[in-house]
């Protein structure tokens, strides 16, 4: 594992809700610098098996020796497709760390942060979709309005959304410098940290389809796990988050709650293992801040 790519967040409790069986087959969908992989191979018998899905080139950098590991570079969106491609229909559990690694962060050309005057680019997989920039130029006024509010919680939205739309028409929008300029007043100047980062995390999800791929990777999921298997999410949005809870509390990600005539919530597939979602400790967010947004979901197949 390649040091300083990604410290793997709440690693303890992800394992111990994973209740890893020495002979199963787990799968980790975002493996990134391997730390949550390694962890799960370090409990994992000989005759165990971890299959390992990246859609980020860089993290084969960070593939590790090890002949019970297979890393697959796809969207774990294709989870299903790609696990029949090798002969994989039931799994014992999953892992699933839905935040944007350190390396990418901190990788000025991947244009993941507005700490670069960098191309905006944003892509998970470089080599598929639009990039930010692309995004930028194609997407209506109307539409990033909503992004930036419903990803980014930005409060004033609609101002963004305008001044970037007013500025295309005569500039381009290539770097993270040409969007601070457009964006131009409308960053709060006591709260420029914040602000520019919740907008290019509301930019980066739409880049990526980050909410359309939790919500396939999660209603894949009961075809998957067997009995008494385990699923466990890290979220780092509050969108993420309530997706997760809802599939836990109604068996779709909309929330929906339908019983039958006995009361009995109808399409449930998982059990909660946890009341609420779990936290890291304020001993973890002094090491790694990055956590600190991080909450923690699992569940067992009924």
């Known amino acids: 594992m390649s040091k300083g790519y990604h410290n793997p967040v709440m690693l303890c409790e992800c394992i111990e809700s994973l209740a890893i069986k020495n002979d199963g087959i787990y799968v980790d969908v975002t493996y990134g610098g391997g730390g949550h992989s390694k962890a799960i191979l370090d409990r994992l018998g000989k005759k165990g098996r971890l299959i390992a899905f990246d859609q980020d080139k860089d993290a084969f950098q960070n593939m590790m020796n090890d002949n019970r590991l297979t ?14 491609n090798i002969g994989v229909s039931h799994i014992n559990g999953l892992l699933a760390d839905l935040g944007v690694s350190s390396h990418q962060f901190d990788e000025p050309s991947r244009g993941f942060s507005f700490r670069f005057d960098e191309a905006l680019d944003m892509r998970m997989d470089a080599s598929k979709g639009l990039s930010a920039s692309k995004w930028i130029s194609k997407t209506s006024e109307s539409d990033m ?30 770097t993270s410098g040409d969007l601070l300029k457009a964006l131009g007043k409308c960053v709060p100047p006591k709260k420029e940290k914040q602000y520019l980062a919740q907008l290019f995390q509301s930019i980066r999800i739409a880049v990526n389809q980050e909410i359309e791929s939790l919500k396939e990777l999660l209603l894949s999921l009961g075809q998957l796990i067997k009995s008494e298997g385990r699923f466990v999410v890290l979220t780092y949005h509050s969108l993420e988050d309530r997706l997760v809870k809802h599939f836990l509390q109604s068996g779709n990600t909309e929330g929906t709650i339908s019983k039958d005539l006995y009361g009995n919530t109808i399409g449930l597939e998982f059990m909660p293992l ?14 790694n801040p990055r956590a600190r947004s991080a909450k923690l979901r699992a569940g067992i197949r009924i």
């Open 71 to 84: 890393l697959i570079h796809s969207n774990f969106r294709n989870l299903k497709q790609e696990l029949n």
């Open 145 to 174: 309005q909503q992004v930036f509010s419903q990803y980014g919680e930005i409060r004033n939205a609609k101002t963004a959304a305008r001044n970037i739309a007013a500025y295309r028409e005569e500039f381009s929008i290539s």
């Open 274 to 287: 946890y009341r609420k979602a779990i936290g890291p400790t304020e001993q973890e967010i002094a090491m």
